[in-house]
Structure formats: C-alpha cells, structure tokens
C-alpha cells in the first residue's frame, strides 16, 4: 500500500486552476522529486497535502486514512510534515532550544522531561541536531547560523515532529556548494532513518542524485513521473522544464 495516495486533486484561485486534477502516489521510504517550472504547482500540492490550503476537488489518502480537508495540526500529528519555503526559526534561541521547542509543541511533554529520549518520538533532539548536521552548534544562538546551517536547524524543527512523510520545499535555495552537499546528505540520511522524503527542488544536479523517482509538475498537471534516468531522458519533460538544448548533467538551477 502506498504511503500516499493522491486521486484527481485540484486547487483553483478564482479563474487560475493551479492544479488540474493530480494522480500520485509515494511509496514508503522513497525520496520522490516534484519538479517543474516556477508557477507550475508545486508549493500548491504541498499546501494542499499538509492541510494549508483546502483542495477543490480530489481526494488525499494517507497510511490508508483519507486526510482530505483535514487542518494542518491534525495531520502533522499524523505524521505528515512540512517545511516552508522560508522557515521560521527561534533567532534569539539557541539550535538546541529550537528542536526543544518544536519536540515539545508536538509531543505534550513538559520543557523539563525534554532532555533526553524521550523528547522527538522517535528521534531524541541530540539525534536529530546530530542528523542535520548540527552537533558542533548545539548552543550556538540561530541569528548567528549562516544560510546553510539556519536551513538544516529548519529541518530539525520539522524531524522534531517525528515525521513518517516529510515535505522538503526547495531546500537547497541559496545554499553554495558545500551547503548542498552537506544538505542532500542530510536528506539521504532522513530517509535512511525510515523517513519518506517528498523533495520540491529547482537543483537538477541534487534531485536526479538523491531522487529514487521524479514526478513532473507543468500547468498544475503531472506530464512525467519515473525513475531519474527516465526523466532526464522524456521529450516533454524537456521540453516543458529542461531546455531542449541543454545539457541536463550542467544545469545547476533551473531558470527562473
Ligand atoms: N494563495 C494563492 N492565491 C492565488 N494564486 C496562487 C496562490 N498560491 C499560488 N498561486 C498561483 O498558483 C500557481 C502555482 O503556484 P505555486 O504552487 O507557488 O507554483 P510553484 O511552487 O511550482 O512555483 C501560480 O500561478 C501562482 O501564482
Ligand atoms: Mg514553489
């Protein structure tokens, strides 16, 4: 049985249909890629999964759970999680007090109890800092983090939650060549810690290394969903995102 399951969804903003009936499915412990152009979609499917926004049509089945209209806080704690595009960090507290804070808004234990095992779920919070990257800063304040590292304590935020599904939107953005590297490792390691990973990223480079299938977004609908090798290789997928004449092994990012 697939993790989620996705039937039909649409989304329309008054005249604008930004999604037009999207079927997907995304199997438990896989990283799936969404990609496509800017305005295809993309943040919207995520909005609509995590219970930002409501779907206008279209059906959302999550570990065999039919979560369509269900609010943001009711499936977070179901185990489907999200970042934003911009995170909102804690900037006057330190990494370590951040995941404390988000552990304990999604579990209920008190701040005391939080120390140790108990405190994320599955993960403690050392584990999760330890997982992103973040062990060495543990009491450094998150104003002081440069961009990469202020991105991986955004994550840790999310892994406090105890995702089973996490929605990564456009990670890598602004982060140089060490900060993805250290980034696309982080997420490799995510979904090594029985975490399914749902990644929205314009770094081609990034999505067909790390990626196990690509699903792709143009017009709000889905015009290709495969394994990288296929992706890189579709007509319309080329067409509608990659650049008929580019080569797809020296894009860095997509346009814009
Ligand atoms: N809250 C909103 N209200 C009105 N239009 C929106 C809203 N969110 C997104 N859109 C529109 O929906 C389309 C898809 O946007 P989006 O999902 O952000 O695309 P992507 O993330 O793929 O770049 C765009 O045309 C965008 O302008
Ligand atoms: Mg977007």
Redesign the pocket.
């Known amino acids: 049985m697939a993790l989620l399951e996705l039937t039909g969804i649409g989304k329309n903003?008054g005249g604008?249909a930004?999604l037009g009936g999207v079927d997907l499915t995304v199997e438990e412990g896989e990283i799936l890629g969404l990609i496509?152009p800017?305005?295809?979609?993309?943040?919207?499917l995520f909005n609509v999964i995590s219970g930002v926004l409501p779907p206008s049509a279209g059906r959302i089945v999550y570990d065999g759970t039919d979560i369509t209209r269900w609010s943001l806080h009711r499936i977070a704690r179901h185990g489907l999680v999200r970042t934003f595009q911009q995170t909102e960090l804690f900037m006057e507290m330190t990494v370590l007090e951040n995941v404390l804070v988000s552990a304990r808004a999604h579990s209920g234990l008190s701040f005391r109890r939080m120390s140790g095992r108990e405190a994320a779920g599955r993960m403690s919070v050392h584990e999760i800092i330890e997982l992103v990257g973040l062990s060495d800063l543990t009491d450094e304040r998150a104003e002081n983090l440069p961009h990469g590292h202020r991105r991986a304590l955004g994550i840790a935020l999310a892994l406090a939650a105890a995702p089973s599904l996490l929605l990564l939107d456009e990670p890598l953005t602004g982060m140089d060549a060490g900060e993805t590297e250290a980034m696309v490792s982080t997420i490799e390691r995510i979904r090594a810690r029985n975490t399914t990973v749902m990644l929205v990223e314009h770094n081609m480079r990034a999505v067909m290394r790390c990626c196990d299938r690509i699903a792709v977004?143009d017009f709000g609908k889905l015009i290709a969903e495969g394994p990288p090798q296929r992706i890189q290789n579709d007509p319309r997928v080329i067409d509608a995102y990659l650049g008929a004449d580019e080569d797809i092994h020296g894009i860095e990012q997509a346009p814009a």
């Open positions: 903003f604008l930004a496509g800017n305005g295809a979609g993309k943040t919207t977004l």
